[in-house]
């Protein structure tokens, strides 16, 4: 089957399982090709889920998001022609290219990323589109020099705990900025859009995006601050979703203060003499897991999840994969 095909039933499985687009996103999907922005396999794409762009020599992967995922971003910035996106974190060049497609010559796309080698990637793949320019920044948290005053549609593509100031300060009135915000672990995407000078959230739900910096990537083992915020983010999932006893939340709560204890230079498991079994953060949740046995594997599954993909082939095609992908 050819990519145009596969694309093809893939937005047919996205819509048929809820994800809403517009008839500017399908021909834009169908248009720009995934595999030109990848050295990668792009196999896992066309299943719904996120598919390997760039590593470098320290284990960093960054990914292009899953399709339902990029479906979803490009939906809720509302493209028109002639609108002015900007897009922090490249991302590979493929939403950029989606991008400019949808809102055309008139229209521009400006592309901000920390990572030299990804602008370096993407700016390589963009050479053909006009209305898409590609910087490279030394700070999320500084304003690039000579950038336009006022901002009104922006997209930040990884997670950060919070907007820049100068994105915060910028928004103009009826603009928005779409950002995933919260801890690494997991994060709300969040949609703020200027009403009258203040910033109004509105909230597109959970998801788990990897960093915006590549340096900020790099693969390590979870560290007990790391688990902790995963807890955390568990708790606030399962009260949202009405399945946790006050009793399993104090008990998780418990453990997450234990956690919080542990020094900040404390050897991974199997590293330095300790085993696995005698390593402080393993013993802790050892010891409190039997008070929420009930919930333990959807915390297993928090920890190391496999993402939802509303576009993924159906149980009964012969298609089937197995993924153990965490990056969006």
Excluded at 148 to 156: A, Q
Excluded at 184 to 209: M, R, Y
Aim: charged share 25%; proline share 7%; glycine share 8%.
């Amino acid at each position: 089957m050819s990519d145009k095909s596969e694309m093809k039933e893939l937005l047919k499985r996205l819509e048929k399982g809820g994800v809403p687009m517009t008839d500017a996103i399908k021909e834009a999907m169908m248009t720009i090709e995934v595999g030109y922005f990848t050295d990668f396999e792009t196999a896992d794409f066309f299943a719904d889920r996120p598919i390997t762009f760039l590593k470098n020599e320290k284990g960093a992967v960054k990914t292009i998001s899953a399709p339902h995922m990029i479906v979803t971003l490009l939906y809720h910035l509302e493209l028109q022609k002639g609108n002015e996106v900007i897009l922090i974190g490249c991302k590979s060049g493929y939403i950029a290219a989606l991008i400019a497609l949808i809102v055309g010559e008139e229209g521009n796309v400006k592309v901000l990323d920390p990572s030299q080698s990804v602008t370096k990637h993407a700016a390589a793949r963009l050479t053909y589109l006009p209305n898409v320019e590609i910087r490279h920044i030394e700070s999320l948290q500084v304003s690039p020099i000579a950038f336009p005053g006022e901002l009104n549609r922006v997209l930040i593509t990884g997670q950060i705990k919070q907007l820049p100031e100068w994105v915060n300060n910028r928004i103009s009135e009826s603009g928005f900025v779409i950002a995933p915000l919260g801890r690494s672990a997991g994060q709300k995407l969040i949609k703020l859009e200027c009403q009258n000078g203040e910033l109004l959230p509105t909230d597109l739900g959970h998801v788990s995006f990897g960093p915006v910096d590549l340096s900020d990537a790099e693969v390590g083992p979870i560290n007990p601050n790391e688990l902790a915020d995963i807890l955390e983010l568990a708790i606030e999932t399962f009260r949202d979703i009405e399945m946790i006893t006050q009793q399993e939340q104090q008990s998780i709560t418990d453990l997450i203060v234990d956690l919080r204890e542990l020094p900040d230079d404390l050897p991974p498991p199997g590293e330095s003499g300790i085993t696995t079994e005698e390593h402080p953060m393993i013993r802790l949740l050892y010891l409190a897991s039997p008070s929420f046995i009930r919930l333990w594997p959807l915390l297993q599954l928090m920890i190391q999840p496999d993402l939802a993909s509303p576009g993924g082939y159906d149980k009964d095609s012969d298609n089937h994969f197995k993924f153990d992908d965490f990056g969006i």
